[in-house]
């Protein structure tokens, strides 16, 4: 099957400082990849869809000054945490549609911890 | 509003024994359905999913759910669990579009 890697799995940072996660589709092309936050025991929370070569949509109240997407190829998208603050600190996962499976399809990453101090 | 509902935050249950972890959702004229697990310090990984047709749909590790429209309901069974089976559980509907709204989610805890 697909599959999505995400770079780092964990991170721990100072507070104010920035923090850049990727996300990449290993062995397709995905022109629309998505990102979720989950803090502890809860549900994943769609943050934003990110479409290769154009801007992001993000979800209603999420900042997208704070929360910067990038999908420049293909097979790339990042999302950068600009200062960080401890309510930052969370549980990161991105997913990506196959553009030749059915839309509805989502494979996900692995996640990326952050631990802001 | 469109919502997902697993009324289970928990659910413990022995190994060998049946369990069925349930899901609801608000009614739609088109809608997908997934069941997705979640190991500890882990992504999402697909169980199954309803698309069309055959409402008893099968998945992998021996899990199956059943789409049933006029319950609004895709609960998720197996009929004998283990102890590898313990995880989070996500149901997740998309109405006709490409997000996806996922339920808080169920802990299903096997226990020997």
């Known amino acids: 099957g697909a599959v999505v890697s995400q770079h780092p799995s964990w991170v721990i940072c100072k507070s104010g400082t920035s923090v850049k996660i990727e996300c990449r589709s290993l062995?397709?092309?995905?022109?629309?990849m998505f990102w979720y936050r989950q803090f502890p025991k809860q549900s994943l929370m769609l943050m934003a869809t990110?479409?290769?070569?154009?801007?992001?949509?993000?979800e209603q109240g999420v900042e997208k000054d704070k929360f910067l997407i990038n999908h420049a190829s293909l097979t790339l998208s990042t999302l950068t945490v600009t200062s960080a603050h401890p309510e930052d600190s969370s549980f990161y996962i991105c997913?990506?549609?196959?553009?030749?499976?059915?839309?509805?399809?989502?494979?996900f990453g692995p996640g990326t911890r952050l631990l802001v101090l | 509003a469109q919502s997902v509902t697993q009324l289970d935050s928990q659910v413990p249950v022995f190994e060998e024994a049946p369990v069925e972890l349930r899901c609801n959702y608000s009614?739609?004229?088109?809608?997908?359905l997934f069941w997705y697990v979640q190991y500890p310090n882990q992504g999402l990984q697909l169980l199954l999913k309803?698309?069309?047709?055959?409402?008893l749909v099968k998945g992998i590790n021996g899990f199956e759910a059943e789409f049933n429209k006029s319950q609004t309901s895709f609960h998720l069974r197996k009929p004998s669990v283990h102890i590898s089976d313990t995880a989070e559980y996500f149901c997740?509907?998309?109405?006709?579009?490409?997000?996806?709204?996922f339920g808080t989610g169920t802990r299903l805890q096997v226990f020997p």
């Open positions: 997913s990506a549609r196959d553009p030749a499976g059915r839309k509805e399809t989502q494979y």
């Open positions: 062995d397709f092309q995905a022109t629309t």
């Open positions: 990110s479409n290769e070569g154009s801007k992001a949509t993000y």
């Open positions: 009614s739609s004229v088109s809608v997908y």
């Open positions: 309803y698309l069309s047709g055959s409402t």
């Open positions: 997740a509907v998309s109405y006709n579009t490409d997000k996806l709204i």
